[in-house]
């Protein structure tokens, strides 16, 4: 049980750690172009994406999808909280500083970034056929294929 809760939050926290530094990154090399600002996030949100899509398709190798979907879940609102709240205070702003436009469109790119970096890795998962149901139901075929056929008297 330690181990899930580790993992999930090393996720947690390399999700904010990608944040963050697209944030000095903005901060300390593009403090005034809002167009290379723009291009850093979308960046930002691509390597989310990324790492979600990785996670999503190790993780659904091998563990049902209710037991990995709860844990993204939780990995995915820790990183979401700790970005909004906390990441403006590491470079110098105010999380609420450029008002409630920005504060709530951050979170909603933020939850659109990662969903689809899950869903992506779930697919590919799924498509490929490596998937942990898809795994269950090879082996039930091949068990079931294995056995000869029982002969009944009649």
């Given at each position: 049980m330690l181990q899930r809760w580790r993992a999930v939050g090393l996720l947690a926290m390399a999700l904010f750690a990608v944040n963050v530094l697209a944030r000095l990154v903005i901060r300390f090399g593009f403090d005034g172009d809002d167009t290379a600002a723009d291009r850093v996030s979308l960046v930002m949100f691509v390597v989310i994406?990324?790492?979600?899509?990785?996670?999503?398709?190790?993780?659904?190798r091998?563990?049902?999808?209710?037991?990995?979907?709860?844990?993204?879940?939780?990995?995915?609102?820790?990183?979401?909280?700790?970005?909004v709240f906390v990441a403006p205070l590491l470079v110098g702003e105010n999380p609420f500083g450029g008002g409630a436009g920005l504060f709530f469109a951050q979170i909603w790119l933020y939850l659109a970034a990662t969903a689809a970096g899950v869903l992506v890795g779930y697919l590919i998962l799924t498509a490929l056929g490596l998937d942990h149901r898809s795994q269950q139901l090879k082996r039930y075929a091949q068990l079931k294929a294995a056995k000869p056929r029982r002969v009944v008297r009649r």
């Open positions: 994406g990324l790492i979600l899509a990785a996670v999503a398709f190790r993780w659904g091998d563990r049902p999808v209710a037991r990995w979907a709860g844990d993204l879940a939780a990995a995915v609102g820790v990183a979401l909280t700790l970005t």
